[in-house]
């Protein structure tokens, strides 16, 4: 391994000039958790790093009537224990207390797991289901890329050289919502997704009918997927297993993983069937008030 | 729980605190990564990216011209082996093997084979040098399975591998190169009249996965060559003197040439008895006359270190009317990796040790296949056969109705039973064990709920003898320097100490112990064979009697008074009108006259075998095939627990890694023989919320060939638990699993099997 | 007298009878009474002065006996595969 420089801008003007100057060789750097690895491993190479958490604009974390604003560098542990994000994005809290152990979720940021753009990123499916906006900043000034839109490719994201991401917004949920995040893994702690489900779901005041709904999938192809046709089935329907389960099925039918060291093709797309049936059931029984008892990795 | 009262013992049963515990717990143990000599070379290991090749150049010459580097060293540089034949200790080993094991010869034969290794000014110098290093390679197809291995007309790894027969001279006579390095058959009774006497015949096919140790701290070796031809070595390793043998013998130098220093060790498990890097070092270190360091990264211990076997065994057993085991055949194929050397000849032995059965046949073949080089781990061989067995067995209860306990009991060897392969039992405590997991609470609970099921399995591990030194010396304060050859891996330290104290009648926190360097104790094999506490503790047992013998006639002299009116007892010496507690006499001796320094040794005990019975319980998710492990009981026998926490710590360790074997730790190959998932993250060690409290129960058969009754306790409990776990989730979930690892989605897919109409299972 | 058990591989030094009987008072000397009876075994058995790689002695139930351990009347020896420990 060779020298790296290391910066730590505390505005979003020199951040954006520091990453304008090196464009190939600059990596931007929030909790580290992945780049570190990454770097020691050998996956990517960097010679310049700009260390984004001293950014005012990435550590804001908002709640109010016009929604939610969550700093990129923000770590797992802040959204956890976050009031609002505990109630009414519920599924952002699920996806923080499952990254890593405490330590990583002590560093790690939604933004570093979103700008990563890994398929199997636990919470990238939350964000989408949530309705997230992602807020870029670079040389032109900022644009707004929805987080369904964000990721290319593993590992691949809309960034251009000299950008960076700055914030991700949520829309507040109408009442009687809910969301959930689950994921799959052979073990209980400790693993990567095999393959990971988020739902938030609108229902009548009543919690009788689905109002709106939105499922994202992990780890089933590509990048996260905004399973749209499996979540539009949900509309209009009576909350039921019939609904759920048809809802599911085309969330399974959506699904186009590989075959590999963590689970086959057909296994995953099973999974996602049965993953997409509980974690619906998870969100509406939140979105009616309830509470969702779910022992990780169970 | 041991009764020491009844057995009037004051140390042995007891839990002091370990001696070594301080230094690991606040970091100050030092490990073979934490050496630091002046001069200090890093050293990094170029590893091949096929699974099978043959070599055509190597060209080191960039590398070399690289600032920063002062050595490269290839296969070349080690000396020629001819085809000799070697024991080291725990085995012999064919020393051209070996050699080509350490830097590739001819061919590589697994991916992460090593090539070549560079010795450079700093870490980072030295593994930019490896990426100048061309290596221009001929790839060969690999063979990755005993099954493909075997097929007439497979690639061959190796062109001096002849088939060692099992029997007669026909096929002695057919000495063609081959993948089968041996061929081993064990026959007892009459196997067709006993399996046309059986009512009930169950045979089934099982499929095991290639699984490595997974001890936390990689292979490391720091060594300097001396200017006077010397060589030091400062290494984790499970045998010093075993190391100190391997490396002279691949250098060709002599034995007492190189010196050993064992530092503290993470972990071994049997994967910390063969060489890879000191011999490396000590060229790398012979070529620039300075030490030179080679820590391995987790990948390289995955792909270049020695995991244990993946393979087929068939099992088929018969049992009578009455329930009474009449017949067992069984076939057992082991992955040896890229040398011969599985141990498939063990997992023979053990298959059917834990029954009477007068009609059997076991039939193993070692089969060289391109993955690494295979080494012991827990029980060598012993797993796998008892997950087959195990299985079959409880299937044998299912048809006939019958309590898989009360079957085991009627079935279980005891002493004056003949195994299969000839030795009839000493004394030993399967049915103890068994009649431990029956009266358990564990057992009288039913494990209820929806989806869940209960497994019971047993196992078998012989547990060896071999050598150990223990030298110790009095202080002038009444404290003992206890010196010994064994690295502590599972608290030896304080057991063998407290073996001295107990003979001694001194307090084991007045014993001192330190294990020393290959110069400074005498012959001492590895740790390993569960053997430690068993023949170290005889070593140590001995030199403390060396010394009451010395205390007594110095006593004698000292008091005027005939050695034979002289008493030494629970640590005070007593003569007609005289009395003195251990620390005063010693006060007094150290003023009168030579220091007083015992010996012992140990080589001629051999132990009786160990015996386990788990019982687990499960949950399988219907619809994910994810099992949970809710509870876990594991009965042992242990012979006599010196240290009851260790023999817990041994079980409770053994079990996690049995149940880790049993659901997801594999080798993950793609199909150019390469290893995917050479991380923890993808090769899935269980974590602590993987794992219920594993609750030991102790049951204490003391074995007669030790003093106190030591029986080794590290190995056997991991035998049980693949079997356990199996029978555990054909009772969840109604499916019958011969594949490990039991993944999540192995277990879906034999469910979704069976609710296919037309594809039950027989049930 | 000693009673041998002999591997498949050796039996066919004795006719394919296992177990045989050989006289002495140490492993070793049994050895040589055998190869008296079934000339030709003692090299199978020894690499020189050595018992061969890979093979591993046991008299009556303990595994791991050596050559000059000694041997009581009716005492069996078998002859087996070596075994490591882990
Ligand atoms: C032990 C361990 C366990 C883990 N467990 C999980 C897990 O369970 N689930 C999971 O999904 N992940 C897991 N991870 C991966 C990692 O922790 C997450 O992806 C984490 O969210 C990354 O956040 P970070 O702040 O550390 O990102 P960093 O490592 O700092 O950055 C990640 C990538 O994003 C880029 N980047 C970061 N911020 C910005 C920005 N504002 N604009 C543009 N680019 C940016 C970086 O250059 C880098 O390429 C684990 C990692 C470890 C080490």
């Known amino acids: 391994m060779h020298e790296i420089d290391y910066e730590s801008p505390t505005s979003l003007a020199d951040a954006v000039a520091i990453l304008q100057k090196n464009r190939e060789s600059v990596r931007c750097l929030a909790g580290g958790t992945d780049l570190i690895d990454h770097l020691r491993t050998g996956r990517i190479d960097a010679r310049q790093i700009v260390d984004v958490k001293k950014l005012p604009e990435l550590q804001i974390l908002e709640a109010g009537p016009e929604g939610l604003r969550l700093g990129a560098a923000v770590c797992c542990r802040s959204v956890c224990a976050h009031a609002a994000i505990q109630q009414d994005y519920t599924a952002l809290a699920d996806s923080g207390a499952i990254i890593g152990g405490i330590q990583i979720q002590n560093r790690a940021s939604l933004g570093g797991n979103l700008c990563n753009s890994g398929p199997a990123a636990d919470s990238i499916p939350s964000m989408v289901a949530l309705s997230g906006i992602c807020v870029i900043a670079g040389p032109d000034g900022l644009r707004e890329v929805p987080v369904e839109k964000f990721c290319v490719a593993p590992g691949k994201n809309v960034l251009k050289p000299g950008e960076l991401l700055v914030e991700i917004r949520f829309p507040k949920p109408a009442a009687h919502s809910g969301s959930h995040y689950r994921r799959f893994i052979p073990r209980n702690e400790m693993d990567i997704a095999v393959v990971g489900v988020a739902a938030a779901v609108t229902l009548s005041a009543d919690g009788s009918q689905f109002v709106a709904g939105r499922i994202s999938l992990g780890a089933v192809g590509p990048t996260p997927l905004l399973a749209e046709e499996a979540s539009t089935k949900l509309i209009g329907k009576p909350v039921n297993d019939d609904a759920i389960a048809a809802a599911a099925a085309a969330a399974r039918e959506l699904a186009a993983p590989i075959s590999d060291m963590r689970g086959t093709a057909d296994y995953r797309k099973h999974l996602t069937e049965v993953l997409t049936r509980r974690v619906l059931s998870a969100a509406v029984t939140r979105a009616r008030g309830g509470k969702v008892d779910h022992r990780p990795g169970w | 729980m041991p009764d020491n009262a009844q057995r009037s013992y004051k140390v042995i049963g007891t839990r002091p605190i370990r001696h070594d515990g301080v230094d690991k717990v606040t970091g100050r143990a030092k490990y073979g990564a934490d050496v630091m000599l002046t001069g200090l070379l890093a050293g990094a290991v170029l590893r091949s990216p096929h699974a099978h090749a043959r070599i055509r150049s190597i060209d080191t010459s960039a590398a070399e011209a690289l600032p920063g580097v002062r050595a490269v060293a290839t296969a070349r540089d080690l000396p020629d082996q001819g085809s000799r034949m070697v024991e080291l200790g725990e085995g012999s080993v064919n020393m ?85 390095a041996k061929h081993f058959l064990f026959e007892k009774g009459n196997l067709d009249e006993g399996f046309a006497r059986a009512k009930h015949v169950v045979e089934r096919e099982f499929h095991l996965a290639t699984v490595h140790q997974g001890y936390i701290e990689p292979h490391n070796a720091t060594a300097l060559w001396h200017a006077d031809g010397k060589v030091s070595v400062w290494m984790s390793t499970q045998g010093s003197f075993t190391a100190r043998q391997q490396t002279a013998e691949l250098l060709r130098i002599p034995v007492s040439d190189v010196k050993v220093t064992p530092m503290e060790i993470g972990g071994g498990f049997g994967g910390k008895i063969s060489v890879y890097l000191p011999p490396v070092a000590a060229i790398l270190s012979r070529k620039t006359g300075r030490p030179v360091k080679i820590v391995m990264d987790r990948a390289a211990v995955f792909e270049a270190t020695g995991p244990t076997p993946g393979g087929v065994i068939r099992v088929k057993l018969g049992a009578d009317e009455s329930g009474k085991l009449v017949a067992a055949d069984a076939w057992l194929a082991y992955e040896a990796g890229a040398y011969p050397g599985s141990p498939v000849g063990a997992g023979c032995m053990c298959i059917f040790a834990c029954y009477d059965i007068p009609n059997a046949r076991v039939e193993g073949f070692d089969v060289c296949v391109n993955k690494p080089r295979t080494n012991a781990y827990r029980a060598p061989g012993s797993t796998q056969a008892a997950f087959a067995v195990e299985t079959v067995v409880d299937e044998i209860c299912q048809r006939l109705k019958l309590d898989p306990l009360e079957f085991r009991l009627k079935n279980a060897s005891s002493e004056g039973t003949r195994r299969v392969d000839g030795p009839v039992f000493s004394r030993v405590g399967l049915v103890e064990t068994l009649q431990a997991i029956g009266n358990s609470e564990h057992y009288k609970s039913p494990p209820g709920g929806p989806n869940r099921g209960r497994g019971m399995a047993s196992g078998f591990w012989f547990n060896v003898g071999l050598k150990s030194s223990v030298t110790a010396t009095i202080g002038c304060d009444g404290k003992v320097a206890l010196v010994e050859g064994s690295p502590d891996i599972g608290g030896t330290r304080t057991s063998i100490a407290m073996q001295f104290a107990e003979t001694l009648g001194i307090p084991v926190e007045d014993v001192h112990p330190a294990v020393a360097d290959t110069d400074s104790v005498g012959y001492t094999d590895v740790t390993g064979g569960s053997r430690v506490t068993f023949s170290t503790g005889i070593a140590a047992v001995e030199a403390a009697r060396d010394l009451e013998r010395q205390l007594v006639s110095r006593a004698a002299e000292l008091w005027n008074v005939p050695a034979d009116q002289v008493c030494y007892t629970n640590g005070v010496m007593t003569a007609p009108g005289h009395k003195a507690t251990f620390k005063e006499l010693v006060a007094e001796l150290h003023e009168t006259g030579e220091p007083l320094v015992g010996r012992g040794t140990s080589g001629k005990a051999n132990q009786a075998g160990a015996f386990a019975t788990h019982l687990v319980d499960v949950e399988v998710d219907p619809e994910t095939g994810k099992v949970q492990i809710l509870r876990y009981t594991a009965a042992q026998d242990v012979g006599t627990a010196i240290h009851p926490s260790y023999v817990e710590g ?13 659901l997801n730790e594999e080798y993950w190959y793609d199909d150019r023989g390469s290893m995917r998932n050479a991380t923890f993250l993808d090769y899935r060690l269980p974590t602590c919320y993987d794992l219920p409290m594993i609750e030991p129960i102790l049951v204490e058969v003391p074995d007669p060939s030790h003093p106190y009754g030591v029986r080794g306790v590290g190995e056997v409990p991991i035998c049980p638990p693949p079997a356990a776990i199996a029978i555990a989730i054909a009772q969840a979930a109604g499916v019958r699993m011969t594949e490990l690892p039991m993944a999540p989605h192995k277990v879906m897919a034999a469910i979704l099997a069976k609710s296919r109409p037309g594809n039950g299972q027989p049930h | 007298m000693a009673v041998v058990y002999l591997p498949k591989a050796l039996q066919m030094f004795s006719g394919g009878n296992s177990p045989v009987v050989a006289r002495g008072k140490t492993v070793r000397e049994v050895f040589e009474d055998l190869d008296q009876q079934y000339p030709g075994i003692r090299d199978r058995l020894f690499a020189g002065s050595s018992i061969q790689p890979g093979l591993m002695l046991a008299v009556g139930s303990r595994m791991g006996a050596r050559l000059l351990d000694s041997v009581d009347e009716d005492d069996e020896i078998h002859i087996l595969p070596a075994i490591g420990g882990g």
């Open chain 2, 650 to 662: 041994q079980i409770q360790g053994g079990v996690g890694q049995g149940i880790g074997w049993a």
């Open chain 2, 96 to 180: 051209r093997h070996l050699s080509a094991n350490v830097l590739a010869h001819d061919k590589v034969l697994y991916k992460g084979h090593a090539v070549a290794a560079v010795a450079a000014d700093n870490i980072h110098i030295a593994q930019e040098a490896l990426k100048l290093i061309r290596v221009d390679y001929e790839p060969l197809p690999p063979v990755m399975t005993v099954t493909e291995a075997m097929r007439a007309g497979a690639p061959l790894l190796n062109d001096d591998v002849v088939t060692q027969p099992a029997g007669n001279a026909e096929a002695l006579a057919e000495s063609k190169p081959s993948n089968v």
